[in-house]
C-alpha cells in the first residue's frame, strides 16, 4: 500500500465505442443524435462487443455486467439488466448500475476494480452511454448544440502475470453547492413524468447553467488536482496522457488553469461534442486506438460531472 | 481466502429508517405513502440521521454517500448528490448511486465492503428507499395495495479489533428473461416524459406480473440457494435468521420451498407491504431493534429484484 490505497491490478482489456448514426450541424461542426430506428441499447451492444472482441473473449467469460450511465434508460429495471437482456439472456452474470453522472464510467472503474482486487470478480464489462437528444431544451442553445448520443464500453480484468497494467490512485468528491447547476429537475421521483403540464415543461429539459459550474471549478478545481498529485506521489510530467470528460470547449480553458498545456490531454469535443458518460471512455478508446497511449503508459482519468462530482483516476494501461 | 471469496472483514455500525406520514388502508392492512409536505430525501435523511446517530459518528466521519435506490429522484443528478446537499453541503464527501432495483442496498453492501477491504473508503453511509406512489396504477390492484414509500440506511465501517463482524459470502445473479416482467417502461431515455400520451399513460405506472415473477423463481430460485449455501460451506441451521426482500404475501409460500421455515425469516409484508428499496434494510434494522438478531449472529439477506436480479450474501451481525 502506497498512498494510502491498494494499488489495484486490473487492465483494460479491451475497448470499443459507438456513435449514434444521425447528425445535425451547428456552426460548422456535427454532432451525433440517435435516428428513428436507433436505440442507445443498440449502440451499448456495439460498443460492447467491439470491447468484447478487442479483450479476445466471449459474453460467457463476464462476471459481472455494470452499466456506468448517467441517465436510465427506463424508470425500473436498471439499464444493466436491460443490456444483459440484449447481450446475456440466459446466463446468470449479474448486472448492475453505478451512477455519479459524467464520470460514471470513472467511478465504475475505481468501484469494480476494488471488486477485482478483493476477488469478488474476475471480468467486468463496463458499458457507458446516454440519449443526451431525449432531454435537449431546443431553447437553450449551449446545451442543446453541445450534446451527442453514443456508448463506449471496456473489458476491465485482472493483469497478467508479466504485465504491468495497474490503477494506482483515485479520488471522488462531489461539491453539491452546484446539485443543481447541471440537471434534468423532472423525470423521477420528486417530479414525475405525470406531473408536466406545459407550464413546467422546460424542468423535464436538461437544464445546464455552464457559468455557475465554471465558476465552482475554477474555485475548487486546482487545489483539488494538487492535491491527487500529491497524495499519488506523481508529477504531471510522468503522466503520458489526461483523458478529461469531454465537458465543453471550456477544457483549453480549464486544462491550463490545472497545469495541463494542450499536447498533454485529448480534446475531442469539436469532434463529438459532449457524449455525457460516455465522454472519457470514447476519448480514452480514441487514444488507445490511434496510438497516443500504450502498454505501461500512466495515463489519467479525470473530469466534472454533474452533482457536483469530481473524479481522478491514475492508472498504468 | 476460503469458497473463492476474500472474507470481508467490515460490520453495520448502525441502522435508521423512516416512514412515510401517510396511511391508506387496504383489505385491513395500512400502506404508507408520502404526505403532500414530504418527499423521500426528507424520510432519506431522517434514517441516515438515525444510521450515524446508532453507530455514534457524525456526518464528517463518512467516507461515500451511496444511494442504493430502486428509482430516480431527479434525471440527473444521482441520488446520493441531492441526498449531499442535504446533509453534507460544504464537505468534500464523494456521492454515488448503485442500483439493481429492490435488492440495491445488498448489492450496494456488496460493493462497499470490497472498497473498504481494499484501503479505498473506511466508512460508507448507504441510503435506500423510493417513492413507490410516484408510480403506482390505480387500476393494478395487485402492486397499488402492496407497496409503501420509505427509506433506511446504514452505515458500514471497518471491523474494530476483537470484533469478529464479517461478510462471509455473496452472490448475485442476473436472469433477464424476467426484465419485463417487472418495470416502468417510461420515463427514461428509452420513452421519455415529452411521449406521455392519452394512449400510452400506463407505460409510465409500475407493471408487475406477479405469476410470471413465481414462475421464473420457481425455476431457478431453489437451485440458486443450494449453490449458494454450497458454496458458502453454510447450513440453514447455522444461519441466526434470514432477512428476505419483503417483496408480497407469496413470501410465505416462497421461503418454505426453499428450505426456511415461518420462523428462520422475518417478514413485515402486512406490516409495511413492499418498501422496494427499502425493503431489506428497514427489515434488517427493525430485526436488530428488536432483538432477533445480536453481535455474532449469521444473517442471510437475500430478495429477488426487477430485473430479474438475485442477491445472496451472508454476514456475521
Not at 503522466?239 to 483549453?252: C, E, N, R, T, Y
Request: proline share 3%; net charge negative.
Amino acid at each position: 500500500m502506497e498512498n494510502g490505497q491498494i494499488k489495484r491490478r486490473v487492465k483494460l482489456a479491451g475497448m470499443g465505442r459507438a456513435i449514434a448514426g444521425g447528425k445535425v450541424v451547428f456552426g460548422g461542426e456535427t454532432r451525433y443524435r440517435l435516428t428513428a430506428g436507433e436505440t442507445l441499447l443498440d449502440l451499448a451492444m456495439e460498443a460492447a462487443n467491439l470491447a468484447l472482441g478487442d479483450a479476445g473473449i466471449h459474453m460467457e467469460d463476464v462476471d459481472c455486467i455494470v452499466c456506468a450511465m448517467a441517465t436510465p434508460l427506463q424508470a425500473i429495471p436498471c439499464n444493466a439488466a436491460l443490456i444483459h437482456e440484449r447481450m446475456a439472456k440466459g446466463l446468470d452474470i449479474p448486472a448492475m448500475d453505478i451512477n455519479t453522472t459524467c464520470t460514471s464510467f470513472i467511478s465504475a472503474l475505481d468501484v469494480m476494480s476494488c471488486m477485482i482486487t478483493g476477488g469478488r470478480y474476475g471480468t467486468v464489462l463496463v458499458l457507458a452511454g446516454d440519449t443526451a437528444s431525449a432531454a435537449l431544451n431546443p431553447d437553450q442553445k449551449e446545451s442543446y448544440e453541445l450534446f451527442s448520443d453514443g456508448a463506449a464500453a471496456c473489458v476491465l480484468t485482472k493483469t497478467g502475470p508479466g504485465e504491468d497494467s495497474e490503477i494506482l490512485y483515485s479520488r471522488q468528491c462531489t461539491w453539491s453547492e452546484g446539485a443543481h447547476d447541471t440537471q434534468i429537475r423532472g423525470g423521477g421521483g420528486l417530479m414525475p413524468a405525470f406531473s408536466m403540464t406545459e407550464e413546467n415543461r422546460t424542468d423535464y429539459y436538461f437544464d445546464m447553467k455552464g457559468i455557475k459550474i465554471l465558476r465552482l471549478c475554477g474555485k475548487k478545481l486546482p487545489g483539488f488536482v494538487e492535491e491527487c498529485l500529491a497524495e499519488a506521489g506523481i508529477t504531471r510530467e510522468e503522466i503520458g496522457l489526461v483523458v478529461p470528460h469531454q465537458a465543453s470547449k471550456a477544457l483549453d480553458i480549464i486544462m491550463p488553469r490545472l497545469g495541463f498545456s494542450g499536447d498533454t490531454y485529448i480534446n475531442r469535443v469539436s469532434t463529438y461534442g459532449n457524449l455525457v458518460s460516455a465522454s472519457v471512455p470514447n476519448a480514452l478508446c480514441e487514444a488507445v486506438q490511434e496510438g497516443m497511449i500504450r502498454r505501461g503508459d500512466l495515463v489519467l482519468l479525470m473530469g466534472t460531472a454533474a452533482g457536483l462530482t469530481v473524479n481522478f483516476l491514475l492508472l498504468r494501461y
